[in-house]
């Protein structure tokens, strides 16, 4: 029997908030120190196991929804053919579509590899605060390499962000050292949203152009990932530190696991949400949880709490993006309207 729109919004809310809300604790609980003071600090390894499980999760979903749709027609484009819509033409020639996969798996690898290693360096709310800020990378690239223009209202959604960013960044009043010693945690940040930005705008093209089911695509980028980071592990001998410092520490391996499942069934969510409710909404969920995110992570940790200075900050980012959510919104309606 087939969901209401509201039920299945009410289901894509829901799931996305149950498991990316616990992904952030564990995540966070992943990069603390032990109670015997040892500290987790194999990103590789972590990434390994995340992308192993997702890629898990896919085939094991694909083979549940195919073997209960049997016979339905598919309109997938086969990844061996010449891809006609890829930006990577101007780099490497004429290429297929399994090449422009493998560089998507890369970018999507590199966008999460930042966003763990920036944990080593800042606090968990101030990484979540600054993956809610997408728009402002991926502005700057539109406008300075696509040339692409934009209109008031969204550089003025910009310019709030950009004032919440500085408000919460300075608003603890840390001294010059703290400052200093936090700047890595920054780059990986921008780095991390520069990375999140690219995968978004070839994966939107990729899916165009191939219509690759959504567990396909999962599968795809997922196991090129587990391909890159099996000779990054066997390169850097982190695999093994990884393994032993688990081995060590069973409850760290329980919390990767967890980490890992919750990842994958929150990446079934939200693709879940693409195809019912729609792109905006599905970013209005996920921008939303990031907010209560920070707020889990302040409540569970007395040494993340945030000064007034700081929720300013927060408040800030979020108005500017719930004004971005709603100008795409009006765009959104006018467009419909005008087709009607």
């Not at 890595?184 to 990729?206: A, E, H, K, V, Y």
Request: hydrophobic letters at 45%; a positive charge; charged letters at 15%.
């Amino acid at each position: 029997m087939a969901q209401s729109p509201e039920a299945r919004l009410f289901t894509c809310v829901a799931g996305i908030y149950f498991f990316y809300l616990y992904y952030g604790v564990l995540q966070e609980k992943l990069y603390r120190p032990l109670p015997d003071g040892a500290k987790f600090q194999f990103t590789l390894f972590l990434l390994f196991v995340q992308c192993f499980v997702n890629f898990a999760v896919a085939i094991i979903a694909k083979w549940v929804i195919s073997t209960f749709q049997r016979g339905s027609k598919s309109q997938e484009v086969e990844l061996s053919k010449t891809a006609k819509s890829s930006p990577l033409k101007s780099l490497f020639g004429n290429h297929s579509g399994s090449v422009w996969v493998a560089f998507i798996s890369f970018s999507y690898l590199s966008a999460m590899g930042c966003s763990n290693a920036a944990l080593k360096y800042v606090s968990y709310p101030t990484q979540a605060l600054g993956k809610s800020c997408k728009i402002i990378p991926v502005m700057l690239a539109n406008v300075f390499i696509g040339g692409k223009r934009y209109s008031l209202r969204e550089y003025f959604c910009v310019l709030l962000i950009t004032l919440g960013i500085i408000a919460f960044r300075l608003g603890k009043g840390s001294s010059l050292g703290e400052v200093s010693g936090s700047t890595w945690g920054w780059i990986f940040l921008f780095g991390s949203l520069c990375m999140d930005g690219i995968t978004s705008s070839n994966q939107r093209l990729l899916a165009d152009e191939f219509k690759p089911s959504t567990h396909n695509l999962m599968a795809y980028i997922n196991l090129w990932s587990v391909l890159y980071l099996s000779v990054a592990l066997l390169v850097t001998g982190e695999g093994s530190l990884g393994w032993s410092f688990c081995a060590e520490h069973p409850s760290v391996m329980r919390d990767l696991l967890s980490f890992s499942l919750c990842s994958a069934m929150g990446q079934n969510f939200i693709f879940y949400t693409v195809t019912g409710p729609g792109p905006l909404a599905c970013t209005t969920i996920t921008t939303t949880r990031k907010f209560f995110t920070i707020l889990a992570s302040v409540l569970l940790y007395p040494d993340n709490k945030l000064l007034p200075a700081q929720w300013g900050g927060v408040a800030f980012v979020f108005i500017g993006l719930g004004m971005e959510l709603y100008g795409k919104y009006q765009k959104r309606q006018a467009a419909k309207q005008k087709r009607a």
